[in-house]
Antibody
């Protein structure tokens, strides 16, 4: 079955870059029917979609307007994974971060989720 | 920030029917399909309903979804103790170059 395994630090200093990775098993980051998303959750902002990467003969990215100037989501086909980089973080970026698969047989729903990573932005 | 509005809480006794509403706009629910997620404490959300009213394999048929215009709803019939969780509606929004939006969430309590 498809599984997503997240990794990355749980503590990031203000103004630095938050970096997380999501390793995929049971599917391919280059799938022509799936998209690979990052979502975060905090008490203040609830569930917030950050962006996605997907392959449809070429690579595409979509980002939320709220983080568009600071975010990069990259696929890594050699390791079958994708990553999140969020630059210039502030305490407002403190949240649980999830990766998730969109598509498969579930339309545009996020049918598979990673386990979540609690990231705290603090000096 | 959420643009899909849900009631903060709902409750019922075991066996009762509980309905959760989700109010959106023409740019999200009005023009795209609605998905629902269940989140148990300390866990990642789990998808419950997709394409407005489709249940993935393994989801009990006591969960049902519907959509009308710019609103959607999730019904839980025959409420069980294990249904106590947070529930979120979600949909793509066609404004601002497109983004995925989640609802504000509803905490369901089984009395």
């Amino acid at each position: 079955q498809v599984q997503l395994q997240q990794s990355g630090p749980g503590l990031v200093k203000p103004s630095q870059t938050l970096s997380l990775t999501c390793a995929i098993s049971g599917d391919s980051v280059s799938s022509n029917s799936a998209a690979w998303n990052w979502i975060r959750q905090s008490p203040a902002r609830g569930l917030e979609w950050l962006g996605r990467t997907y392959y449809r003969s070429k690579w595409y990215n979509d980002y939320a307007v709220s983080v568009k100037s600071r975010i990069t989501i990259n696929p890594d086909t050699s390791k079958n994974q994708f990553s999140l980089q969020l630059n210039s973080v502030t305490p407002e970026d403190t949240a649980v971060y999830y990766c998730a698969r969109e598509g498969g047989t579930a339309g545009d729903a996020f049918d598979i989720w990673g386990q979540g990573t609690m990231v705290t932005v603090s000096s | 920030q959420s643009v899909l509005t849900q009631p903060p809480s709902a409750s019922g006794t075991p066996g009762q029917r509980v309905t959760i509403s989700c109010s959106g706009s023409s740019s999200n629910i009005g023009s795209n399909t609605v998905n629902w997620y269940q989140q148990l404490p300390g866990t990642a959300p789990k998808f419950l309903i997709y394409n407005n009213n489709q249940r993935p394999s393994g989801v009990p048929d006591r969960f049902s979804g519907s959509k009308s215009g710019t609103s959607a709803s999730l019904a839980i019939s025959g409420l069980q103790s294990e249904d106590e969780a947070d529930y979120y509606c979600a949909a793509w929004d066609d404004s601002l170059n497109g983004f995925y939006v989640f609802g504000t969430g509803t905490k369901v309590t089984v009395l």
